[in-house]
């Protein structure tokens, strides 16, 4: 039933400080609606930045714990981080495709974390179907900024706020579960 030559996950302190860096990102977001979208853009871009980081630095036990499936995480990862980089050095474009670009982040993040959450299966099951959930949740306001960007826009800050504060408590309750495999 268990591998016993897979190593234990223990507490994941990189998902925590990435959950709180996303909750931190959404009371910011909702506490200063006006803030200009050249803030939104380097505010994106610095945490697509650290969502790919986190994603490869924790690929190889991912690896370990899903298989082949993990390489898809790791596609993602790289994507965040091109992501982030067209935020940072291509600013004006950024800003246009804001909306779009959120979007697709969304959906490529909470698909990767789709493809590989049955590593929490064994953790236990109110752990994966939460972790499922939220990564639904996410999914679908993800489809619904591609679907329409212009209401979108007009409600850019909350829409981000709710899916950082989603995603962030997603990142906690991975790194608390993967301490109890």
């Known amino acids: 039933m268990f591998n016993m030559n897979r190593s234990r996950w223990g507490f994941d302190w990189g998902e925590f400080i990435l959950g709180i860096l996303f909750i931190v990102a959404a009371f910011g977001l ?5 803030i200009g ?3 939104l853009a380097i505010i994106f871009a610095f945490m ?3 969502s790919g980081l986190t994603t490869i630095a924790g690929y190889k036990k991912l690896h ?9 995480a790791l596609v993602f990862g790289v994507l965040d981080i091109l992501i982030a ?4 050095f291509d600013m004006n474009s950024a800003i246009v495709t804001l909306g779009y670009l959120f979007a697709l982040w969304f959906i490529f993040d909470s698909v ?5 959450a049955s590593h929490l299966r064994s953790i236990g099951g109110v752990w994966f179907w939460l972790s499922v959930i939220l990564d639904i949740v996410t999914l679908i306001v993800g489809i619904l ?19 950082f504060a989603v995603f962030g408590v997603n990142a906690i309750w991975i790194a608390i579960a993967r301490s109890r495999s």
Do not use: D
């Not at 980089?85 to 940072?88: E, L």
């Open 48 to 50: 697509a930045l650290l």
């Open 30 to 34: 909702m506490r200063s609606p006006k």
């Open 64 to 72: 370990e714990a899903t298989g082949l499936r993990a390489n898809f």
């Open 37 to 39: 979208l050249t803030g």
């Open 85 to 88: 980089v067209v935020f940072f």
């Open 112 to 116: 990767e974390r789709l493809l590989v």
């Open 145 to 163: 900024l591609f679907v329409h960007p212009i209401a979108a826009a007009l409600s850019l800050n909350v829409l981000i706020a709710v899916f």
